[in-house]
């Protein structure tokens, strides 16, 4: 199956400052998201992002297929962010797989 | 659209005794997974049904563990007997197809005593 590293693992960012977590993977994928995991356990879809760039308000995600990798940017951060970031990488014919997450804390 | 609902929300439990969790996935979605999520770890999958046939059960430990989507539609995970290192919390996601995007719920917290 495809190996997905993700870093850092752990980010403290003071409230307002500007982060990059980046995800890579092994093979060429087919199908790449980043999640949110809430304080509660609830992962929640930020992006379904194969392949170029999207944006949703502070947050954007940049994949480049090619070269096995993905970006999400977190701007002007708030407190609300912190939780643990996923990536999940799939290829046909197979499954999706996790990173181990990247643990965000903002801190006021 | 309602999203994907799963209970209940927590279950205490001693070791040897058993406990189901159930799944209900966004009205279409014909793909539904169950997956554990060790803390501190990502999510692993468990079982992937397409419709009501398992398309991959391969990380299921078929010993203790069973699933069921009957009609096609909701889903039951079963562990028995349950053992200490099956304390996790238990996600069901869906898709409306194998390749599509995943929808989690918000996951079922097993602690086994």
């Known amino acids: 199956g495809i190996q997905v590293e993700q870093s850092p693992p752990d980010l403290i960012l003071q409230e307002g400052a500007n982060s990059t977590l980046r995800c890579n993977f092994s093979?060429?994928?087919?199908?790449l998201q980043w999640f949110h995991q809430n304080p509660w356990g609830q992962l929640i879809n930020l992006f379904y992002?194969?392949?170029g760039t999207k944006q949703n308000g502070r947050l954007s995600a940049t994949t480049v297929a090619t070269e096995r990798y993905s970006l999400l940017y977190i701007s002007s951060s708030q407190t609300t962010d912190s939780g643990v970031y996923f990536c999940?990488?799939?290829?046909?014919?197979?499954?999706?797989?996790f990173g181990t997450g990247t643990s965000l804390t903002v801190i006021p | 659209e309602a999203g994907v609902a799963q209970s209940p929300r927590y279950k205490i439990i001693e070791k040897r005794q058993s406990v189901a969790f159930w799944c209900n996935p966004i009205?279409?979605?014909?793909?539904l997974y169950w997956y554990q999520q060790i803390l501190g770890q990502g999510p692993k999958l468990l079982i992937q049904?397409?419709?009501?046939?398992?398309?991959?059960d391969s990380q299921l430990p078929k010993d203790r563990f069973s699933a069921e989507r009957l009609k096609g539609v909701d889903s039951t995970l079963k562990i028995q007997p349950a053992k200490l290192e099956d304390s996790a919390v238990y996600l069901c996601?869906?898709?409306?197809?194998?390749?599509?995007?995943?929808?989690f719920g918000e996951g079922s917290r097993l602690t086994v005593l």
């Open positions: 999940a990488a799939f290829s046909l014919g197979d499954q999706f797989y």
């Open positions: 049904f397409q419709n009501n046939g398992v398309v991959d």
């Open positions: 992002i194969p392949s």
């Open positions: 093979d060429s994928v087919n199908n």
């Open positions: 996601a869906s898709s409306q197809n194998p390749t599509g995007e995943l929808f």
């Open positions: 009205s279409g979605h014909a793909t």
